[in-house]
């Protein structure tokens, strides 16, 4: 068996056994090692949406569960932002009870098909992990194990639905559908709440269906977490941008009594050096979502995309690492990163960078643009790149890059992707005068009860944070569940 659909396919009951044996014969070794999660051959999935991750069989899944030692006191639980009961799970899984893992994650976490895959777990809960904290050993490999049980789940058609409480005729209003909002969401049903998500673009799924490619997040796994959430009673409207389709005040008068904003930070950045409005010049998230939402890279689409043979992505977190991995997907002979700090400070996952550099990317760390040459046409075909070094920390700890004087130097390239960041949407501010906002253009809001200065809006993820993990997006919308449940029960 090489994954869970085979597993099903098998009779289950021999299928179940034997797994069970095997797991039961390996746990009585002293020197289990953590799992290897199998993966796509580098070459194959380099041109191909194939997902690059295969995902654990179940005897691997019992095998990595059975080194989790049930600690007394879970500090693995603290590090997760919305409150996964962890060894709760894996023990089900230990067990062999993989349904009885997929409803445990379902109790705190409404996409845990998704977190399994594009969560930083290693920065999370398995940098908590006893194994990690106190041998200095490799982690139990919570991602996985999370990733296994919802797959198993989906993949058997057994879908569980967490119960919801009775209507109580309250309608709650979410502007923006990605992982903070559909947190929220999930949530305030379990309330008994009538929900209703209101989604800008034509799709539901925010950031996980613009941002993040299939070949690291299949849509059809959204998807599914989307239709749990509609069978708990979620609402769903797309092309719905509040404060144009309708203000807070309309919503008001419709009789909607909460709001949360969820809307994200979809602004793109960029580095304003000379040659930037050249053609062939683009933001990460215009990149993305032409092909991730818009179906560009599929034959007989009509959404244009620049398909260049140099790109060259500008940035290292994990968006300028999807965008130079999709470049290579597009038919890139040679795609780049430039990144002014060094390789051990990038801010992108290090499974990312590991596949990223396996695909065949080049690496150009401690580099910087200052400026894009384009041809007699307009379009861009040279990068002048100046060296950095490491300086002082910064604010954030980091040593800040120094530009080394004499240092440029011009390479080629006829496509170039932005990735340095991103702010927050206006528009939801603009419309509404008294809503306190940053200097940096995101919401501000209680620290413990993410309420923003008028008191029946509530806000969180990047609106709130300027850039984060969907992990922590689900965290800020499960808080600000529980604040505004709170507030609309008068307490």
Not at 10 to 38: F, G, H, I, Q, Y
Not at 42 to 54: G, K, L, M, Q, W
Not at 91 to 119: H, M, Q, S, Y
Not at 258 to 270: H, I, Q, T
Request: hydrophobic share 35%; proline share 5%; aromatic share 6%.
């Amino acid at each position: 068996m090489t994954n869970i659909t085979d597993y099903l396919k098998e009779e289950r009951s021999a299928a179940w056994r034997e797994e069970l044996r095997k797991a039961k014969k390996n746990k009585e070794r002293t020197d289990l090692t953590r799992v290897k999660m199998p993966e796509a051959p580098a070459r194959e999935r380099a041109r191909s949406y194939v997902e690059v991750n295969s995902g654990l069989t179940p005897e691997q899944a019992i095998n990595e569960a059975s080194r989790c030692i049930d600690c007394a006191n879970p500090t693995c639980i603290s590090g997760c932002p919305v409150g996964i009961n962890i060894p709760k799970f894996i023990k089900n899984i230990e067990r062999g009870e993989f349904l009885d893992a997929a409803r445990t994650l379902k109790e705190t976490n409404a996409l845990p098909a998704v977190c399994g895959r594009v969560c930083p777990q290693e920065k999370q809960c398995e940098a908590s992990c006893f194994y990690q904290v106190k041998m200095n050993r490799e982690p139990v490999a919570i991602g996985y194990l999370e990733r296994f049980a919802a797959d198993f789940e989906q993949s058997g058609g057994e879908i569980s639905i967490p119960e919801v409480a009775a209507a109580n005729g309250t309608k709650v209003a979410v502007v923006g559908s990605g992982p903070a909002g559909l947190a929220f969401a999930g949530d305030m049903a379990k309330f008994g709440y009538d929900v209703h998500i209101l989604e800008a673009l034509h799709e539901i799924g925010g950031v996980l269906k613009y941002g993040i490619p299939e070949f690291r997040l299949p849509n059809g796994v959204v998807d599914v977490e989307i239709e749990s959430l509609r069978k708990m009673g979620v609402q769903f409207e797309t092309n719905f941008i509040v404060g144009k389709t309708a203000t807070i005040q309309e919503l008001r008068e419709e009789g909607f009594k909460g709001f949360f904003v969820g809307s994200g930070a979809g602004l793109p950045r960029f580095m304003n050096i000379p040659g930037e409005n050249l053609v062939g010049i683009l933001s990460s998230n215009e990149y993305l979502t032409r092909v991730n939402l818009m179906g560009a890279s599929t034959q007989g689409m009509d959404t244009p995309v620049m398909r260049g043979k140099n790109v060259v992505v500008i940035g290292g977190g994990n968006t300028a690492m999807d965008s130079v991995r999709t470049a290579l997907r597009l038919g890139a002979d040679k795609a780049t990163i430039i990144y002014r700090r060094s390789l051990e400070e990038m801010p992108a996952r290090v499974e990312e960078v590991k596949h990223a550099q396996e695909e065949g990317v080049e690496f150009l760390t401690l580099n910087n643009p200052v400026e894009y040459i384009g041809d007699d046409k307009g379009r861009v075909k040279q990068i002048r790149v100046q060296k950095m070094e490491l300086g002082e920390p910064d604010q954030s700890g980091r040593r800040s890059p120094v530009p080394v004087e004499g240092s440029e130097y011009i390479i080629d390239a006829d496509t170039v992707v932005v990735s340095v960041g991103v702010s927050p949407n206006p528009l939801i501010p603009q419309s509404l005068p008294d809503l306190k906002v940053s200097r940096w253009g995101t919401l501000v809001v209680d620290e413990e009860t993410f309420q923003t200065s008028i008191p029946d809006v509530f806000a969180g993820g990047d609106i709130v944070r300027g850039g984060a993990t969907v992990i922590l997006a689900m965290g800020d919308g499960r808080k600000a569940a529980a604040s505004m449940h709170q507030y609309l029960q008068g307490q």
